[in-house]
């Protein structure tokens, strides 16, 4: 029985009873009810900017990024003039191969005169040769390629969407003015005036950028060409190795340590060693992967092999201790009815514990792949960095083909001086993005599928 619930005859003097009651408000309690309220507040305030700036971050990212996954083009029909691509006429293709890229210029030259005399175009002050500068420089290669693969193509007239250059991209996307044209020696108010009415004929068109994820890196005078195809593909060989290495490696080492390892000094250094290594700079797995991996064995430098024994490494102990805190999780109760009802020691541990702290290994493992796709530090070390414009082929050689992964080409986008490239880097960082949660959202939904309740 509390004072406030003793009865008024009994509770002695009524000063003192108002004094001691619960139900009176005194000072202290003020005091604390104040005080809770302030931390509830101030709580409240850490979470909102922790979300305001969040949101801040995101909103740069995709102001700058959207516009990538858009681009401009210009549809023309070119003449492939067997007198220029072929002179001899036996549709050889070594001797097709010989004509540059410079061969194939004067091809796009003259079709986009030509469409500006069927539509009636023509801007004062504004040559031909300007007015075909308007093309990417990356046109005539991706003319010469497509003569490659077929030769037979070749005195054939055909409808081709070509590339229009960075500067009339990104008048397209706001990065471009009449203002700034006139004081940009890659473009001038008459090319952009040019292409307004190219869009007005319907030869100039901006739609979806499908090329962003399928098309290598560009150089630094063709960045409406750049794309994420080799990281894509890199960033992809490096997660199988590393998904390949470090589940295994990390599960059976984590059931070794938890239930089958005696407790004593070695085994405690073990535990130390990998708390300690979960802790360790990233930068340092790739000195310890250049060092090791390419000066020692002999791998090849920007290999997505190396960049992933790198980041399995790296990944490891996230996974070793993921997977302990899973197994330590299953109540010791499921293992002594396993004992009780004479199973091994390894029966009780693969038949029932490991079953139970599946989803917290899966989800684990997903969560330390995650956080690797997203190292940079590592993967600058060992080479990763470098210009790669070729595909790696196919797994298992592929794997010692050089490659690129998503966020050093971010790392490398940043690095140029094109605005254009900077929309590219942004664009890469959301596609980065969308993997991350990708791989967290199927870490959820792998943890509810396998979740037993005990």
Do not use: C
């Not at 003319?143 to 990104?170: H, N």
Request: aromatic share 8%; hydrophobic share 50%.
């Amino acid at each position: 029985m509390t004072d406030a619930t003793i009865p008024a005859s009994t509770a002695g003097s009524g000063s003192a009873s108002a004094r001691s009651s619960l139900l009176t408000v005194d000072t202290h309690t003020r005091r604390r009810r104040s005080s809770e309220a302030r931390f509830r507040l101030l709580g409240l305030l850490a979470v909102s900017l922790g979300v305001l700036a969040l949101l801040g971050l995101l909103a740069s990212i995709f102001s700058n990024g959207l516009s990538s996954f858009q681009q401009t083009y210009i549809r023309l029909d070119i003449h492939l003039d067997a007198a220029r691509l072929d002179k001899a006429g036996d549709r050889n293709p070594e001797q097709i191969a010989k004509v540059s890229t410079f061969g194939y210029a004067p091809l796009i030259q003259k079709a986009m005169e030509e469409k500006m005399a069927a539509a009636g175009i023509a801007i004062d002050g504004l040559s031909a040769n300007a007015a075909a500068e308007l093309i990417s420089k990356e046109a005539p290669a991706e003319l010469r390629r497509y003569v490659l693969a077929d030769p037979s193509r070749i005195g054939q007239t055909v409808p081709f969407d070509l590339l229009a250059s960075g500067r009339i991209d990104g008048y397209y996307k706001g990065r471009v003015t009449m203002a700034s044209a006139e004081l940009d020696r890659n473009v001038s108010p008459q090319q952009l005036q040019l292409a307004d009415q190219l869009k007005e004929a319907g030869i100039l068109e901006t739609r979806f950028n499908w090329s962003f994820f399928t098309a290598p890196d560009a150089s630094d005078t063709r960045p409406e060409a750049a794309g994420l195809g080799v990281a894509i593909l890199g960033s992809a060989y490096m997660m199988l190795i590393v998904l390949a290495l470090s589940l295994p490696i990390g599960v059976a080492a984590s059931i070794y340590l938890e239930e089958f390892a005696p407790r004593n000094r070695f085994t405690d250094l073990i535990e130390v060693n990998i708390a300690n290594l979960a802790a360790v700079p990233s930068i340092v797995f790739g000195i310890l992967g250049l060092a090791v991996f390419i000066n020692f064995a002999g791998l090849p430098q920007s290999a997505p092999v190396v960049g992933g024994l790198v980041l399995t490494l790296m990944t490891l102990p996230t996974i070793i201790i993921a997977t302990r805190a899973s197994l330590k999780a299953v109540p010791p109760s499921i293992r002594d009815a396993a004992l009780g009802v004479g199973a091994s020691k390894m029966q009780s541990v693969f038949h029932h514990v490991l079953p139970l702290a599946m989803p917290g290994i899966l989800t684990g493992t997903i969560i330390g792949l995650a956080q690797a796709l997203g190292e940079t530090a590592p993967l600058l070390l060992i080479g990763m960095v470098a210009f790669v414009r070729e595909y790696p082929g196919e797994p298992p050689a592929g794997f010692f083909d050089p490659a690129s992964a998503l966020p050093v080409q971010v790392y490398n986008w940043t690095q140029r001086g094109d605005p254009a490239f900077v929309e590219r880097a942004s664009g890469a960082i959301i596609v980065l993005l969308v993997f991350l949660v990708l791989m967290n959202l199927i870490a959820i939904v792998l943890r509810r599928r396998f979740e037993r309740r005990w």
